[in-house]
């Protein structure tokens, strides 16, 4: 993450569903901080017994997205296309050896027999490839602070998404909040002199990529999902590398073996961080892992202006001031989930 390489965005916190629906969210996550024991004294899953393991495991992916950066910085002279390329094909073939360890090709077999599921998967594909792409460009040309701005506004945009796609209607306070954001991107857009297209583009990809993957639902398990997603993506991938290579352009295969193996890591820090979050997903509420999410773009903005040494003029500082209000007005929302649960209940009881 970049926070866009949560694959099997359909169960993030920063899903429409989830986001907009704080109080359905909390209903699957209300038992989850009961603290309530099963007779055996063996904490049930989602209960507080979890929540450790849930926190650590929550953390450990968003820690490792937000410091995506740095990683991309150490590729160098790679380029981003090169680098996203190599991503692919790598994070193909760690999949395949995670498939093997776990005995789930059947679980895949059968995901891959489903064609409008593959199709689906594939669009998805086709919206990661985008976001991954236009996050290495950015963070390898001195643009990471509208990176981080991208996943900033992420919830803000999948709320937007939420509206116009599936017709949901927003609470006061997230109307305040979109309203915020709004004028926030009006301030950015001046303090930058134009658009910020690289942050909207990130947020509006990753959006849709989390929307087009909520209509898979639960037809399909991550690691499944993640191998369908970049067995798409492989041929166009290994196209680029040979066109590079002839062209030599290409240095995954010139700079050293050094080299050749921190691009081949790619896979690994694709498919580590999905793992944790679902580890994370399944044992903590979602309203919690939508505070989680936060974690990226604030490393990864920290990265920008302490290790890359990007400049922050005040016009730009106080965009990002309002992006993030409007995030705390989303969150004090969100955490209200539920209380307006409870009364939902009692209402009908």
């Not at 997230?174 to 910020?196: C, E, I, K, R, S």
């Not at 050293?256 to 399944?282: D, E, K, Q, Y």
């Not at 989680?292 to 202006?305: N, R, V």
């Amino acid at each position: 993450m970049s926070a866009s390489d949560g694959i099997g965005a359909s169960r993030s916190a920063t899903s429409p569903e989830s986001i907009r629906s704080p109080a359905r969210a909390a209903a699957g996550g209300s038992a989850g901080t009961s603290g309530t024991t099963p007779a055996g004294g063996k904490a049930a899953p989602g209960t507080r017994g979890e929540n450790t393991p849930g926190l650590l495991f929550g953390v450990g992916a968003y820690l490792l997205w937000g410091l995506l950066p740095l990683y991309f910085m150490v590729l160098v002279p790679a380029g981003a296309i090169e680098i996203v390329a190599a991503r692919i094909v790598f994070s193909l073939v760690f999949c395949v050896a995670l498939l093997t360890v776990m005995r789930s090709w059947r679980t895949l077999a059968a995901a891959a027999r489903n064609l409008r599921l593959v199709g689906t998967l594939g669009g998805a594909a086709v919206l990661i490839a985008v976001n991954w792409t236009t996050y290495a460009w950015a963070v390898l040309n001195e643009h990471a602070v509208e990176a981080a701005l991208g996943y900033f506004i992420n919830p803000l945009v999948s709320v937007l998404l939420g509206v116009i796609v599936l017709k949901e209607k927003l609470r006061p306070l997230q109307w305040v909040a979109m309203g915020v954001g709004f004028v926030a991107v009006l301030v950015l857009g001046l303090a930058y002199g134009t658009v910020p297209w690289i942050a909207l583009i990130l947020a509006f990809s990753f959006g849709t990529y989390g929307l087009v993957k909520k209509g898979v639902g639960g037809r399909v398990d991550a690691i499944s999902s993640l191998t369908i997603e970049t067995a798409v993506l492989t041929p166009v991938a290994i196209a680029v590398l040979v066109w590079m290579s002839v062209n030599g352009t290409a240095t995954i295969l010139s700079n050293g073996p050094a080299h050749f193996w921190l691009l081949a890591a790619s896979g690994v820090l694709t498919a580590v961080p999905l793992i944790f979050f679902g580890a994370a997903a399944r044992r903590l509420p979602l309203s919690t892992v939508g505070m989680l999410q936060y974690l990226a773009p604030t490393l990864q903005f920290i990265i920008a202006l302490a290790v890359f040494k990007e400049v922050m003029p005040p016009e730009r500082w106080a965009g990002f001031g309002l992006v993030w209000l409007a995030l705390v007005i989303l969150t004090v929302d969100m955490m209200g989930g539920p209380r307006r649960n409870r009364i939902l209940r009692a209402a009908a009881a």
